[in-house]
């Protein structure tokens, strides 16, 4: 089967880091694994150690996996997305990105 990964990232508005995480994590996650082929999803904020100096204008980011046809789940979101309950408390500087996996998972070995 088919496996994408969704890279959403984004920023909370000034001051509001708290209000946006809770939304994000207890709110936001929930309705879009709502949207069929979505079958997981985690966040992680950006860390102090970089291979590389440059500037990252996001601080967050969320990793949606989809099983199946991208464009599907990708339409299905978009379908869901007006019935979404949204925050003031993020940022309007979101930036999206899909990638379709091209190579098996590989693991350390133990």
């Given at each position: 089967?088919?496996?994408?990964?969704?890279?959403?990232?984004?920023?909370?508005?000034?001051?509001?880091?708290?209000?946006?995480?809770?939304?994000?994590?207890?709110?936001?996650?929930?309705e879009v694994l709502e949207a069929p082929g979505f079958v997981a999803a985690e966040r992680f904020d950006l860390g102090e150690a970089q291979m590389v100096e440059a500037e990252?204008?996001?601080?967050?980011?969320?990793?949606?996996?989809?099983?199946?046809?991208?464009?599907?789940?990708?339409?299905?979101?978009?379908?869901?997305?007006?019935k979404m309950n949204m925050t003031s408390a993020m940022a309007k500087d979101a930036e999206t990105s899909l990638y379709s996996q091209i190579s098996p998972r590989q693991e350390q070995a133990t």
């Open positions: 089967m088919a496996r994408s990964v969704l890279l959403v990232f984004t920023n909370a508005t000034d001051g509001d880091d708290a209000e946006f995480n809770r939304w994000y994590d207890e709110v936001h996650l929930k990252r204008p996001h601080r967050y980011l969320a990793i949606y996996e989809i099983e199946g046809d991208p464009a599907e789940a990708l339409n299905a979101l978009q379908e869901l997305a007006p």
